[in-house]
C-alpha cells in the first residue's frame, strides 16, 4: 500500500460512454479499479473528495459534467446507509456504464442487497446508452 493506505488490484479497461440524463455531446470516460484499504468507508470518501479537488474538481451540482468524480460502488458486502454515503452506490444495478467495467474485473461479486452477481445485473439491464473501449491516445 502506498502512503494513502489504498492500494490497487486492478483495473478495468477505459470505457467511453454516451452522456446519461444530460443534454450535451461530450462523451464521459469510465473505469472501475479494485482496491484493499484498511481505511473506514467514510474515512475512504473523505480521501477521495480530497483527491478529487486536488484534481481540479469544481462541484457544479449531482448531475452536470465534471473533469472527475470518483465513486465508492461497494465495500466488499459492507451496507453503507448515511447522509454523505452510500454503499453499495444507488442506481448501480441500473447504470450501464458503472455494470460494464465492473463487470469485467468483478462478474461474480455479489450485490450485498440485491444479492445478484454483477455479472447477472448486466445481462439483465434495459440500458440502450453505448458503452465501449475507450480507443487509446
Known amino acids: 500500500m502506498d502512503q494513502s493506505g489504498i492500494r490497487v488490484i486492478e483495473k478495468s479497461a477505459l ?6 440524463g444530460l443534454a450535451c ?3 464521459f470516460y469510465n473505469q472501475v479499479v479494485k482496491t ?3 481505511l473506514r468507508p467514510e474515512k475512504l470518501l473523505r480521501w477521495i473528495k480530497n483527491a478529487e479537488q486536488s484534481m481540479g474538481r469544481i462541484d457544479r451540482g449531482h448531475v452536470s459534467p465534471r473533469n472527475i468524480d470518483i465513486d465508492i460502488l461497494l465495500a466488499g ?3 453503507v446507509q448515511s447522509e454523505k454515503l452510500q454503499i453499495p452506490h444507488p442506481r448501480l ?15 461474480e ?24 473501449t475507450a480507443e487509446r491516445q
Do not use: S
Not at 461479486?109 to 445478484?116: N, Q, R
Not at 434495459?126 to 465501449?132: A, N, S
Open 77 to 79: 458486502d459492507a451496507v
Open 109 to 132: 461479486t455479489m450485490h450485498p442487497v440485491l444479492h445478484k452477481k454483477i455479472g447477472d445485473l448486466l445481462h439483465a439491464i434495459g440500458d440502450e446508452h453505448t458503452v465501449r
Open 25 to 27: 455531446d461530450v462523451w
Open 36 to 38: 484493499e484499504t484498511e
Open 15 to 20: 470505457y467511453e460512454t454516451e452522456p446519461v
Open 93 to 107: 444495478e441500473k447504470r450501464k456504464f458503472v455494470l460494464v467495467p465492473l463487470a469485467e474485473i468483478a462478474p
